[in-house]
């Protein structure tokens, strides 16, 4: 039996040629035997029903497609690399929300298994070579998880009841589901807020209750989202209106100078060697959070509002020691 790969680039190979292909260069492209080729070829006219023909002048293999036709694969056909970037991408999403992504991913995941299996690959080795470390992670109910998704989807409103951590709380609201967004390991909400009438972001793992409510949902362009939802740093962010500088030593720079903390972000390098960096903010939680764990390797330069944040932090942690 002809292995999937070398089926897969001879159909490559004969699909984009305007001319006859040679055995000699079948041979080379494959880096295979003669007799390969000639079992590969036989294979995909017999089983695959490959119109490949035989010219003699100039020599060669061609597809003999009928006016007005291309010939394809049957079936599902993908080269090696991109089968084992599929089993990374299932694996990840096994990963981050396996009770609801698995029932939807695994007739396909059991295709590429019977892929690489006639390849002589194996999946199952090759997912092990695969390691995924979550930190912080909060595990979510998966039926709450899956209306979520489907009233996306419909675009269809939702009444939720949200956990306020913060007071303690339990909120109930209708809401226009917008997208869905993994940040640090966590499932957030974008959506409308019908009973505020602005945007919200709400953390998934704290809607306790859906109810779908069989209305439309209120639809926005993707600039009007991407305008509130990703100009100021942090999952809630809101539209921003402050500008963190910070300014880190030639010794942490060498970390974060590689690193994108938004994607409005400037920098530049200093006469002394420190790395400064600028982010656009609304609320200053977050970025707070992520400032003090670089402890005396960075500066808050401005604005004087997050210089006294920060450092009012430091004092009443070192209160604690």
Same mark, same amino acid.
């Given at each position: 039996m002809a292995s999937q790969h070398h089926v897969q680039a001879v159909d490559r190979i004969l699909s984009t040629s305007r001319y006859p292909v040679s055995r000699a260069k079948l041979m080379e492209a494959l880096e295979c035997s003669d007799s390969t080729i000639g079992r590969v070829?036989?294979?995909?006219?017999?089983?695959?029903?490959?119109p490949i023909e035989y010219k003699r002048q100039p020599a060669g293999y061609y597809y003999n497609n009928k006016k007005g036709e291309k010939?394809?694969?049957?079936?599902? !056909?993908?080269?090696?690399?991109?089968?084992?970037?599929?089993?990374?991408?299932?694996?990840?999403?096994?990963?981050?929300?396996?009770?609801?992504?698995?029932?939807?991913?695994?007739?396909?995941?059991?295709?590429?298994?019977?892929?690489l299996e006639a390849s002589q690959h194996h999946s199952d080795e090759f997912a092990a070579k695969v390691k995924i470390l979550h930190q912080a992670h909060r595990k979510i109910d998966n039926s709450i998880f899956q209306k979520i998704a489907t009233g996306l989807m419909k675009n269809e409103?939702?009444?939720?009841?949200?956990?306020?951590?913060?007071?303690?709380? /339990?909120?109930?609201?209708?809401?226009?589901?917008?997208? @869905?967004?993994?940040?640090?390991?966590? !499932?957030?909400?974008?959506? !409308?807020?019908? /009973?505020?009438?602005?945007?919200? /972001?709400?953390?998934?793992?704290?809607?306790?209750?859906? /109810?779908?409510?069989?209305?439309?949902?209120?639809?926005?362009?993707? &600039?009007? @989202?991407?305008?509130?939802f990703s100009s100021a740093y942090g999952i809630f962010?809101?539209?921003?209106?402050?500008? &963190?500088?910070?300014?880190?030593?030639?010794?942490?720079?060498? !970390?974060?100078?590689?690193e994108n903390w938004h994607p409005q972000q400037k920098s530049q390098w200093l006469a002394n060697g420190d790395y400064e960096l600028q982010i656009p903010y609304s609320k200053s939680q977050e970025l707070i959070m992520d400032i003090l764990k670089y402890g005396a390797d960075v500066t808050v330069v401005s604005p004087s509002s997050l210089v006294q944040a920060v450092k009012a932090q430091l004092i009443n942690s070192l209160k604690n020691y």
């Open positions: 070829i036989s294979h995909m006219k017999h089983t695959q029903g490959a010939f394809e694969l049957p079936g599902l !056909w993908f080269n090696e690399s991109e089968l084992y970037a599929l089993l990374v991408s299932q694996k990840l999403l096994l990963d981050i929300q396996p009770g609801f992504f698995s029932t939807h991913i695994q007739p396909l995941l059991g295709k590429i298994k019977s892929i409103q939702l009444n939720i009841d949200f956990y306020k951590r913060e007071t303690g709380i /339990t909120d109930n609201r209708n809401v226009s589901p917008l997208r @869905l967004v993994y940040y640090r390991d966590n !499932w957030y909400l974008d959506a !409308w807020c019908q /009973t505020r009438n602005e945007f919200r /972001t709400f953390s998934v793992v704290n809607i306790k209750k859906v /109810t779908e409510l069989k209305q439309k949902s209120k639809s926005f362009d993707e &600039a009007a @989202l991407e305008s509130y962010s809101g539209k921003a209106i402050n500008t &963190a500088v910070l300014h880190f030593t030639p010794y942490r720079a060498r !970390w974060v100078a590689d």
